[in-house]
């Protein structure tokens, strides 16, 4: 039920610090440490090499979950999209271990995979909001996302459960192996709960960005690079799928390899700032936009901001500033197809869960 919002998707971005804290409940123990079924930390202790398999926003999610699991665990991990791994399989590792990011549970592209790999032997385990769905029961183990149905077809709150139950199997992976670690996922996932709660406090002032930079224009540009490029790949998506305007995400640095001659006088490009070792490049590639006449916004976080930012994001730990970069990104998605009078729950020529390959 949307209750009094107007929008699915606004109600599932405004329930998103409701299920930071659901899924700090679900994998926490009575001690406050992580509680993880035991096989799951076996499989990760054994494998060589993660593969993490998906579609979409999910596979964005992967994208971010791999900067965890090699910089948390210190294990290898290639992340693919599910239908060119289909039909272009890479040469695996000696102990791969599968894993499988689906919100459904039910993309058929990634069930192919699952079946092949299967027949190969290989152990997977699926991370996702329907446990019992076909990808959880076909695999070997199955973590779930604790998110609570998503409707609209724009995932949102499913994307950052994804991050949040990925950092939580890195950690508790780091630990199982006996890294030393400073990085207690619990915590810091509740202060990001926090912060993402006072950014849906403030849809007014995304509102209004949306509105100028978005409202008149056929194209968008978002930058970032490091964790913030992941993001802006998901941005880009978000407004892509919902505004039909055609929007990229791209590495701050590639732009002026090709992609800057595309910039014109009023082209919108916003650019995200929230990893300190960036932060100076980043800026470097916004001015030269600007300089072509680009309309530029930059969303920075506390700590790293200038004053001519347009927004700055409160600070939360290094690795989990996509569960709160992404916030803004899917409001100006949702404000931007709003006032171009898309369907904002059931865009066109999409379905909630693509079943066929
Ligand atoms: C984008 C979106 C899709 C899905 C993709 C994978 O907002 O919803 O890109 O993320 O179709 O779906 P799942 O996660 O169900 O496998």
């Given at each position: ?52 398999i ?28 599910a239908?060119?791994f289909s ?23 990634s069930?192919s995979v699952l079946?092949r ?241």
């Open positions: 039920e949307k209750g009094t919002y107007p929008h699915f998707m606004l109600k599932e971005i405004d329930e998103q610090p409701f299920v930071m804290r659901k899924i700090i409940q679900e994998y926490q123990d009575e001690q406050d440490n992580i509680k993880l079924d035991s096989n799951i930390r076996q499989a990760m202790m054994d494998t060589d090499r993660v593969y993490i998906a579609a979409g926003t999910s596979y964005h999610a992967g994208l971010v979950g791999k900067q965890f699991i090699e910089k948390i665990a210190n294990v290898p991990v290639e992340v693919h999209i239908s060119e039909y272009n399989m890479p040469l695996l590792s000696e102990k791969p271990l599968f894993v499988f990011i689906s919100q459904s549970g039910e993309t058929a592209d069930r079946v790999i299967k027949e190969l032997g290989h152990p997977a385990l699926t991370i996702t909001n329907v446990p019992g769905s076909t990808l959880s029961r076909e695999a070997n183990y199955t973590l779930h996302l604790h998110a609570g149905p998503e409707i609209a077809v724009a995932s949102t709150k499913a994307y950052t459960a994804q991050i949040a139950v990925l950092a939580i199997l890195a950690v508790d992976t780091a630990k199982a192996k006996g890294l030393d670690l400073e990085f207690d996922p619990l915590k810091e996932l509740g202060i990001a709960a926090s912060v993402m709660e006072s950014l849906t406090d403030q849809k007014e002032a995304f509102e209004k960005i949306a509105k100028e930079y978005f409202s008149e224009t056929r194209n968008a540009f978002f930058i970032g690079r490091g964790m913030d490029y992941f993001v802006v790949q998901e941005a880009a998506l978000k407004l892509k799928e919902i505004s039909y305007i055609q929007a990229e995400g791209f590495a701050g640095g590639e732009l002026k390899h090709g992609t800057i001659a595309l910039i014109e006088d009023g082209t919108p490009v916003v650019a995200l700032s929230t990893q300190e070792n960036v932060n100076y490049s980043i800026r470097g590639n916004v001015q030269e936009v600007a300089a072509r006449g680009a309309n530029t916004c930059i969303i920075s976080l506390e700590g790293l901001e200038q004053e001519s930012d347009t927004f700055v994001l409160p600070h939360v730990h290094d690795l989990l500033t996509p569960l709160v970069s992404v916030v803004p990104m899917q409001l100006l998605a949702y404000y931007a197809a709003l006032h171009r009078d898309c369907d904002v729950d059931k865009p066109r020529n999409l379905a909630k869960s693509v079943t066929v390959e």
